[in-house]
Structures are given as structure tokens and as C-alpha cells.
């Protein structure tokens, strides 16, 4: 597509359930990038990808996240045993390589946890 | 963490003036960008100016930076409602290492009064 894909656009979910969301980059980028944004905040870097490599996973808040990417193109953030704080905006971007000429950002999940 | 910091949190003018924001970092980096963000979902990417660059210009914007006082500012002229957003300066440290994306502000709340 022409830009970042992600879905849900929104999810409730009961504490303590596991979620899923799901970016779709850009064609041909490369580098990929999950952040969190609490309500009136900025963004909190959570992981970076690289086309296939692994990912440094030290900007995961706890090791209920998890995230992966297939094929160098979808990823998919994973929280298990939702908790309260874990509300929040979650925001995918990609660029076309890791040298940077500007993020393209999704429109976010929306993820509230009651 | 957060290494951009802006100023103001806030700022409210009418319509026609002109708008400036600033950001403040604390580590060396090879660029510093501007991002737009309406309604707290995804930011679009306006503008990057690189740590050897000290004024870059695009359409209505124009952005300095001044790297001996690890500072940024964005000023938009001529103002319309329809920038209302919110803005965060985002910066791509050195010491990266490629394993982490850009940090952000928390960002700048532009209102502009018909």
C-alpha cells in the first residue's frame, strides 16, 4: 500500500488477555519501529527492526512484549497479560533505511485495557 | 528516555501570526527532524535538518539548529487553523549504533485561533 497499515485501528481488552497488533510498512522499507504513546506524552521507543535481523529488545517495557517481523515486512507487537498500564497508542513507522530521511507513521492502535 | 525536550508545552496565537517552537537535547546527533501530530494518532514527518546544517527551509517552515547549544527551533509563518497539531522535535543520536530509533519530545500543543 502507499503508507503504514495498522490494525486494529482499536482494541479494548480485559486485563490480563493477550493482544496482537499488526503494522504493514511501506513497500520496500527496510527499517521498521514500534513506539508507545501514553495519553498526552511522547513517544517511548519499544523495538527496531532491521529488514530480517534481530531485533534489540531492550526498549521492551517488560518481558510481557514481544514483537516479530516475517519475511522483512509485517510485524506483529504482542502483549500478553494485559495490565492497565499497558493503555496507550501504539504507533508503527517505517523508513527506507536506517540512515534517516523521516519516518512514515501508521495511524496507531488504540489499546485500552479495563 | 527522552532526550528532546520542547518549548513551549503549549502556545495559543491567532490566525496569520507566525508560530515558533524550540527543542533542547542533551547527546551529540546526525540529525534532528520536526513531526506533526493531529487528534493523538500517527505523526507525519515535516522536516530534517542535518548536525551540519544550521537553517533549512520548506514552504512555510523553517527550521535552525544551533548544535554548540543542543538546540532546534521550528517557526511556522503565517498560520492557519489548520495547523493546529500537535509538534515534536525528534533526534537520531550518534551513539545509536543502529540498534534504536529516533527519541521524542514530548511535544509542543499549537493552537491557532481563527
Known amino acids: 500500500g502507499a503508507g503504514v497499515s495498522q490494525s486494529p485501528s482499536n482494541k479494548v481488552t480485559e486485563k490480563g488477555k493477550d493482544v496482537e497488533l499488526r503494522c504493514d510498512p511501506i513497500s520496500g522499507h527496510t527499517a521498521l519501529y514500534w513506539y508507545r504513546q501514553s495519553l498526552g506524552q511522547g513517544l517511548e521507543f519499544l523495538i527496531y527492526f532491521q529488514g530480517n535481523s534481530a531485533p534489540d529488545k531492550s526498549g521492551l517495557p517488560s518481558d510481557r512484549f514481544s514483537a516479530e517481523r516475517t519475511g522483512g515486512s509485517v510485524s506483529t507487537l504482542t502483549i500478553q497479560r494485559t495490565q492497565q498500564e499497558d493503555s496507550a497508542v501504539y504507533l508503527c513507522a517505517s523508513s527506507v533505511t536506517r540512515d534517516q530521511v523521516g519516518y512514515t507513521f501508521g495511524s496507531g492502535t488504540r489499546l485500552t485495557v479495563v | 528516555s527522552q532526550q528532546g525536550e520542547e518549548d513551549p508545552q503549549a502556545l495559543s496565537i491567532q490566525e496569520g501570526e507566525n508560530a515558533t517552537m524550540n527543542c533542547s537535547y542533551k547527546?551529540?546527533?546526525?540529525?534532528l527532524q520536526w513531526y506533526r501530530q493531529n487528534s493523538g494518532r500517527g505523526l507525519v514527518h515535516l522536516i530534517l535538518?542535518?548536525?551540519n546544517e544550521r537553517e533549512k527551509h520548506s514552504g512555510r517552515l523553517r527550521v535552525t539548529l544551533d548544535t554548540s547549544k543542543k538546540s532546534s527551533s521550528l517557526l511556522i509563518t503565517a498560520s492557519r487553523a489548520a495547523d493546529t497539531a500537535s509538534y515534536f522535535c525528534?533526534?537520531?543520536?550518534?551513539w545509536g549504533g543502529g540498534a534504536d530509533g529516533l527519541t521524542f519530545g514530548k511535544g509542543t500543543h499549537l493552537i491557532i485561533q481563527p
Open positions: 525528534a533526534t537520531d543520536a550518534v
Open positions: 547527546t551529540s546527533i546526525n540529525n
Open positions: 535538518i542535518r548536525s
